[in-house]
Nanobody
């Protein structure tokens, strides 16, 4: 599975961005999908995840109420709507496919990764 994440960019504090993730060659409709981010010099951190049918979602505490993860299995896409962005949201964002169907928060449960898209929020 090859994942393509897009939608990053440079925005100002309070703005919104919508990240999208799509897979080539194979769909991930039976798998949980997550978004992670990497701050400069840090490991990847969990941001949000969604179960295979979209019935369960999980969020990292700092993004609750601001970010929304959703999926469209018919189109084979997962999106991360990011509102009220803050400078501390600046990072490279990655989408990933889990080996299970759950909305897992554990980075070790993810087996396919996209290349990352940079989000920069200026103050």
């Amino acid at each position: 599975v090859q994942l393509q994440a897009c939608g990053g960019g440079v925005v100002q504090t309070g703005d919104s961005l919508r990240l999208s993730c799509a897979a080539s060659r194979r769909t991930f409709s039976d798998n949980g999908v997550g978004w992670f981010r990497r701050f400069p010099g840090k490991e990847r951190n969990f941001v949000a995840s969604i179960s295979w049918r979209g019935g369960h979602t999980s969020y990292e505490d700092s993004v609750k109420g601001r970010f929304t993860i959703s999926r469209d299995n018919a189109k084979g896409t997962v999106t991360l709507q990011m509102n009220s962005l803050k400078p501390e949201d600046t990072a490279v964002y990655y989408c990933a496919v889990a080996k299970s169907s759950c909305a897992t928060t554990d980075v070790r449960e993810y087996i396919y990764w996209g290349q990352g898209t940079l989000v920069t929020v200026s103050s």
